[in-house]
């Protein structure tokens, strides 16, 4: 069996340690390098290229939204999945932004961890229960957002589309689902983004949080 390779990115040893072993415990898991700051993490993303980069925010010399900004640019395969003590939406858009596949809360980490590196190792999402809780909480409480309604005028493949995209999926993917071509699902995407007035898929993870699209994952 094909282990899932998995990257470490924390400035605290103990904490690196921790996670470490909590991986290795997994019979389908590997820990294949470990970085202490934002720049090191980069490196070793590009040069390990492992399957999921967990990534602590708050580390010296390079943040981890910047790094997770860098990894996903120039190894866009690499999923990274933030690991986080702030709870602030602030943060956790600022990560959404950056590129992160998901995140999860200190607090919680432990099976929430493990499950979270399994679901972006297969091309998803994952959001720790608690944060989704508050992104919901604060997105259907303010306007923005909020012209684009139930998303009634999108057609049914249109409504697929978006979904998928806002679960973490790339569009060759979408296409092998729904049997038609890349192009295909690129023009449903644009048309889609049209019709709701999304900029980028930080707009269609907010709008599919509304809609209640990721609740199961």
Known sequence: MNKLRVL?????????????????????????GEAGDGH?????????RPDVAVMDLSMPGLDGAAATA??????????????????DQGYLQLLLKAGAAGYVLKQTAGEDLIRGIRTVAAGQTYLDPAVAGQLVSALTSRPKLGTVGTGADLSDREGQVLRFLAQGYALKQIAAILDVSARTVETYRAR???????????????????RGWLSDV
């Not at 983004?193 to 907010?206: Q, T, W």
């Open 8 to 32: 470490l990115a924390d400035d605290h040893p103990v904490v690196r340690g921790g996670l470490k072993a909590l991986i290795a415990a997994q019979p389908d898991m590997e820990v294949v």
């Open 40 to 48: 090191a993490a980069v490196r070793q993303a590009v040069a390990l």
């Open 70 to 87: 860098q990894i996903v640019r120039i190894a866009p395969k690499v999923k990274v999945l933030a690991l986080t003590a702030h709870q």
């Open 192 to 210: 889609a983004m049209e019709k709701l007035g999304l900029r980028n898929r930080s707009d269609i993870v907010r709008y599919a949080l509304q």
